[in-house]
């Protein structure tokens, strides 16, 4: 995917008045993304993102452990200036469902596999219960 293409869909998703929204979005949620994949989900997942996300998605400290979705909103909102736990869920669920589209079912399936329950719904995909 081009790195255009994945600030378009973003700022889509999103609904953002500019590109330049979308990609702080992108560069807050995707470094927290990163800290909590390991081995190849990490890397495939990298692999599927421009070159740009990918650098920001390898390049995390590794979590102490899991965040909930809901301690991943707030990490979120603690990183943008002005940000509440709602327009930082917005923005988690713009960035995160634009990467699962880029990673494909199979790869997101495994993504959810290596973090909390609850996430699914921030990829966009529900999973049945």
Not at 3 to 27: M, N
Not at 41 to 46: F, G, H, P, S
Not at 59 to 86: D, H, K
């Amino acid at each position: 995917m081009r790195w255009e293409a994945f600030l378009d869909q973003v700022k889509e998703r999103g609904e953002y008045e500019s590109t330049e929204e979308a990609e702080r979005a992108a560069r807050t949620v995707l470094p927290l993304l990163g800290a909590h994949l390991v081995g190849e989900v990490r890397a495939e997942l990298a692999a599927r993102l421009p070159e740009e996300m990918a650098l920001v998605l390898l390049n995390p400290l590794q979590a102490r452990e899991p965040l909930s979705p809901e301690r991943f909103v707030r990490a979120t909102a603690a990183w943008i200036e002005g940000a509440t736990e709602q327009t930082a869920a917005w923005d988690v669920g713009a960035v995160l469902s634009v990467a699962a589209d880029a990673a494909g079912e199979e790869l997101t399936r495994r993504i959810l596999l290596q973090l909390p329950a609850g996430y699914d719904l921030l990829f966009g995909h529900p999973q049945p219960v």
